[in-house]
């Protein structure tokens, strides 16, 4: 079955500056790459996503890039703001119906 | 006006005890899904139903069941608790079972297993 690795697990940036997080996967046939953010005891919401004959979607602030190729694909936060700080998941489907495969998360702290 | 609901929001219980978990969604989505969270923030999907069918059916132990009477719910039921089975667990639903549609998450009902 499909297996998603994100890193970091954990990530501290300063307000305004940059945060990256990078997700590998296993299953080439995968096409679909969604980024839910969940602020802490909240539900995970959709924040961005992209499919696989696109290999860059950019959303205000927020943008992903997909490297089929590599089986890599990344989420890029600018000018970070405090309330951008929560758990952040990657994903993977298109394999079997709505089926998501998680990533681990990431939780980003941003320090005003 | 919330999209996908859950009761109950907290659910303690004893070892060996059944539960049942309840969710709603008013979107007028054909697919719904049941995901644990483990205390570790895991997320990992259980099952799923369209239109009152079962399509996604994980590896699960067979002391959850779901049930869906109508597209609009999709409950959860547990036999035989146990402490492993403590966790958040989230419903969610998307507009078809086709696999780009966003879906959206109820605000999860966490489950404490003493």
């Known amino acids: 079955g499909e297996n998603v690795e994100q890193h970091p697990s954990t990530l501290s940036v300063q307000e305004g500056d940059s945060a990256v997080i990078k997700c590998t996967y296993s299953?080439?046939?995968?096409?679909?790459f969604p980024w839910y953010k969940q602020e802490l005891g909240k539900r995970p919401q959709l924040i961005i996503d992209i499919r696989s004959n696109v290999g860059e979607k950019k959303d205000q602030r927020i943008a992903v890039t997909l490297n089929k190729t590599a089986k890599h694909f990344s989420l890029h936060i600018t000018e970070t703001q405090p309330e951008d700080s929560a758990v952040y998941f990657c994903a993977t489907g298109g394999t079997s119906y709505g089926k998501l495969t998680f990533g681990q998360g990431t939780i980003l702290t941003v320090h005003p | 006006d919330t999209a996908v609901s859950q009761t109950p929001k907290y659910l303690v219980t004893q070892m060996g005890n059944d539960k049942s978990i309840k969710c709603e969604q008013n979107l007028g989505h054909d697919t719904m899904y049941w995901y644990k969270q483990d205390s570790k923030k895991f997320l990992k999907i259980m099952f799923s139903?369209?239109?009152?069918?079962?399509?996604i059916n994980e590896t699960v132990p067979n002391r959850f069941s779901p049930k869906s009477p109508d597209k609009a719910h999709l409950n959860l039921h547990i036999n035989s608790l146990e402490l492993g089975d403590s966790a958040v667990y989230f419903c969610?639903?998307?507009?078809?079972?086709?696999?780009?549609?966003?879906?959206?998450f109820g605000p999860g009902t966490r489950l404490t297993v003493l």
């Open positions: 139903y369209n239109n009152k069918e079962l399509i």
């Open positions: 299953d080439s046939a995968s096409n679909y």
């Open positions: 969610a639903s998307s507009p078809s079972r086709a696999a780009y549609n966003e879906q959206f």
